[in-house]
């Protein structure tokens, strides 16, 4: 999906000195303050009241000057911007959460936080072999054009960023602190990297040290801005378990790498898929799933047909085919096809029939 810049007032950032963007963000940032821990509370407020500086005089409360002046230094020296609840740069995915966040703070590109993406997560002290399993996937899921959420943590996490990174695809890392602060603190270069393309974001107040209940909230958001959940190593007791609870209760599809039975990391993965979870044993497993995922008609409406969606309709006019039929006339694998061959069929260029022939729809005219 291409970035585009979002207007002035959607993006309220610390930089801009003019009175009205001041006054907003300032706003902003004590509702954030007040309701970080609450985020049901706020989104209650602003569903009613609009903004943040409605809702603030609706509760009879004023703003600090002095904390939220403290608030934007921090803000401008992290070279961060502020989302608001009711901007449209706010990711639509996140919006649908009863417990959204307020405000979300942002380094890199905000337009990160609202593509197509998949969450990879999984143990901290991970395996060769699950750190292995989770940068192919990403690298994979990256290639096909997905951007790849994960929590910025050791093992896993930093494993996801650093493969879709590498396969020059963007990542979005969720943090338990505050934007201004990278945790842990080995990770300064990754998150420099990862906002570079895509974005670190954190719904806590700047200065925010993290702290073991930020993380099940910070979960929330990995499940919350992504199309599916891949949880690659998860020990029986497990924040990657709560992250696929949060995406369960989301009504995201959570799939889970199977592992031996008698290993430690694998016990977590192996309880999800007792329960329910999707197998995952490549990542095309994940992109056959999405690509029978309905998206929004203004989702559906919005996307157009690139060089690759060209080429995939040229190829299927000779005849229908598989999608293994389709990766060998194309000479591309079929993790590559899967995310263009999804948004045709969202936009109804092309369907599956019941023997897996996929066939063109729209004519020529059409596009």
């Not at 998150?191 to 979960?219: C, D, M, Q, W, Y």
Request: charged share 25%; aromatic share 4%.
């Amino acid at each position: 999906m291409e970035s585009r810049p979002f207007p002035a007032a959607d993006v309220l950032d610390p930089s801009d000195r003019r009175p009205e963007i001041t006054h907003a963000l300032d706003a902003w940032l004590a509702l954030q303050e007040r309701f970080a821990l609450d985020p049901m509370r706020a989104v209650e407020l602003l569903n009613e009241h609009g903004a943040a500086p409605t809702a603030l005089r609706a509760l009879g409360a004023e703003v600090d000057p002095r904390a939220v002046a403290g608030a934007r230094k921090l803000l401008r020296g992290a070279g961060a911007v502020a989302v608001p609840y009711s901007s449209n740069a706010y990711p639509a995915r996140l919006r649908a959460l009863v417990d959204a966040p307020p405000l979300l703070l942002v380094r890199g590109d905000a337009s990160a936080l609202g593509a197509p993406a998949v969450a990879i997560v999984g143990s901290r002290a991970c395996t060769a072999y699950g750190r292995a399993v989770a940068r192919h996937f990403a690298s994979e899921l990256a290639r096909a054009g997905l951007v790849i959420v994960s929590g910025l943590a050791y093992g896993i996490d930093a494993a996801a960023h650093r493969a879709a990174l590498d396969a020059g695809g963007r990542s979005v890392a969720v943090s338990a602190c505050g934007i201004d602060r990278t945790y842990p603190a080995e990770h300064r270069g990754l998150a420099s990297k990862i906002a570079a393309s895509g974005a670190l974001v954190s719904e806590f107040p700047p200065a925010t040290h993290p702290r073991r209940e930020f993380f099940p909230l910070r979960n929330r958001l990995i499940s919350g801005m992504s199309m599916a959940l891949l949880v690659v190593e998860a020990r029986e007791r497990s924040g990657s378990l709560v992250t696929a609870r949060h995406a369960a209760n989301q009504g995201i599809t959570v799939f889970a790498v199977p592992g031996p039975i008698d290993a430690a990391t694998s016990r977590g993965t192996n309880r999800l898929l007792r329960e329910g979870a999707w197998v995952a044993t490549e990542p095309a497993d994940l992109l056959a799933e999405l690509g029978s995922s309905a998206a929004s008609p203004a989702e559906q409406h919005a996307r157009g047909v690139d060089d690759r969606g060209r080429a995939i309709l040229d190829a299927l006019r000779d005849a229908p085919a598989t999608r293994d039929e389709l990766a060998r006339r194309l000479g591309a694998s079929a993790a590559v096809l899967a995310l263009p061959l999804l948004e045709l069929e969202l936009t109804r260029h092309v369907e599956e029939d019941r023997d897996g022939q996929l066939r063109v729809v729209a004519s020529r005219s059409e596009l």
